[in-house]
């Protein structure tokens, strides 16, 4: 299927490995340029370099760390106009609410609500300008089925999802959708981090611990960057400019919501 987007330009945020690469694959197969960041810049170049070698675009790494100002303006320097913004960063940690402090809310609410929010409002104006543009911002299935020990998770991702629930609607008269893409559990560094808490908490092995979180994942299995990046190039695609702030669930059954 052609997306519609060849010749399109992208910024990708956190994206050299995980969810984060996956769009930036599947963007690169649609034919989009891309502005590819993390913060290390070897694996970063590695990542650009082998997304050029297998789809023929131009992929442009800026190692940064998009939590902050500098950061931010260092990807959107080079970047210049952009049609196509995925917004992502790391995951804040799980703990236990009564040990959390301010400075912990307020890391997470710089990484995962106004980083976001930030790179939102310097590519929008000119996405509008121009009457055409698309965002999607990486969140958490915890949005939709909170989970209590991600508790810095869910609070800042229920602050960026309420922004976008309004911000969409603003702008979608300019021809700019903003959508949210809510992972559940996926193959990536990060699950395979909460997997080794689990294994080092409770003395059982890996595969006991992957064994326990697919029996409440009625496919059984864990989801692949490529199956989450696909989704993500569809909604940046030309075909998705009649879905708006919509917050779709990527968990293979996992939360049993009807709407
Ligand atoms: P991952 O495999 O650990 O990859 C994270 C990527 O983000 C890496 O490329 C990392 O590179 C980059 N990154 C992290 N912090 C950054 C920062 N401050 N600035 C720039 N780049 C940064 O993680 P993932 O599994 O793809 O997860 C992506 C997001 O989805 C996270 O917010 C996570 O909480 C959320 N999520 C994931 C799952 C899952 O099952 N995988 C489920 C629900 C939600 P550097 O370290 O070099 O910067």
Redesign the pocket.
């Known amino acids: 299927m052609d997306l519609g987007i060849k010749g399109r330009r992208a910024i990708v ?9 996956g769009c930036a694959e599947a963007l690169a197969e649609a034919g989009v340029d891309i502005v590819l ?4 810049a070897e ?2 170049a590695t990542t650009a370099n082998d997304i050029e070698a297998r789809f023929g675009v131009t992929v442009t790494p800026v190692a ?4 902050t100002p500098e ?1 931010r303006a260092a990807v959107l320097a080079v970047a210049g106009d952009v049609d196509i913004l995925v917004n ?4 804040p940690p799980p703990g236990i609410w009564s040990d959390w402090t301010r400075e912990d809310f307020i890391k997470a609410l710089d ?2 609500m106004l980083a976001p929010i930030a790179m939102m409002q310097a590519c929008l104006p000119g996405m509008m300008a121009r009457g055409w543009g698309r965002v999607v911002n ?1 969140t ?3 949005v939709r089925a909170p989970i209590a020990q991600l508790g810095l ?1 869910n609070s800042a991702r229920a602050g960026l999802t309420g922004f976008v629930a309004g911000t969409a609607r603003q702008v979608a008269g300019a021809g700019v959708c903003i959508n949210n893409l809510l ?4 193959a ?4 395979d981090a909460l997997d080794g808490a689990v294994v080092r908490a409770e003395g059982i092995t890996m595969d006991e611990a992957r064994a326990r979180r697919f029996a409440n994942i009625p496919v059984g299995r ?1 989801g692949t960057r490529d199956e989450f990046g696909a989704m993500c190039a569809f909604l940046c695609s030309d075909y998705a400019g009649f879905i708006v702030g919509q917050n779709i669930l990527l968990d293979g059954g996992a939360a049993n919501i009807t709407i």
């Open positions: 945020c956190a994206g050299s490995k995980g969810l984060g690469r960041n993390a913060r290390g694996t970063l940064a760390d998009i939590t950061g992502n960063a790391g995951g990484a995962n990486i958490s299935q915890s998770s992972p559940g559990l996926h990536t560094d990060r699950a864990y």
